[in-house]
């Protein structure tokens, strides 16, 4: 079984910035992608950002050159670092990893961007 936390979120004023981060672990043999999806209220929830393990980086229109994605092979570790924040990211910010050629999700973390 794996477990991924997700740890970061908060209340931010537009234009600032947050990092998520998200663990993984358990008994993980091989990771094919980690990111993040997110779910604002009333909608569904979407692709924020991946991270290929063969070095691809992928993004939402919505989120290109605000948000960047990292990995940390070593540390099991994904972050994403959110700057120029706009109210519209507000949102439930989900951590997705496919381990072990199986899907798992994290439970989330809040994400607030208000004045």
């Known amino acids: 079984q794996v477990q991924l936390v997700e740890s970061g979120g908060g209340l931010v004023q537009p234009g600032g910035s947050l990092r998520l981060s998200c663990v993984l672990s358990g008994s993980i043999f091989n990771i094919a992608r980690m990111g993040w999806y997110r779910q604002a209220p009333g909608k569904q929830r979407e692709l924020v950002a991946l991270?290929?393990?063969?070095?691809?980086?992928t993004y939402a229109d919505s989120v290109k050159g605000r948000f960047t994605i990292s990995r940390d092979n070593a540390k099991n570790t994904v972050y994403l670092q959110m700057n120029s924040l706009k109210p519209d990211d507000t949102a439930v910010y989900y951590c997705?990893?496919?381990?072990?050629?199986?899907?798992?999700w994290g439970k989330g973390t809040l994400v607030t961007v208000s004045s």
């Open positions: 991270s290929h393990s063969i070095g691809v980086r």
């Open positions: 997705q990893a496919r381990v072990n050629d199986v899907d798992y």
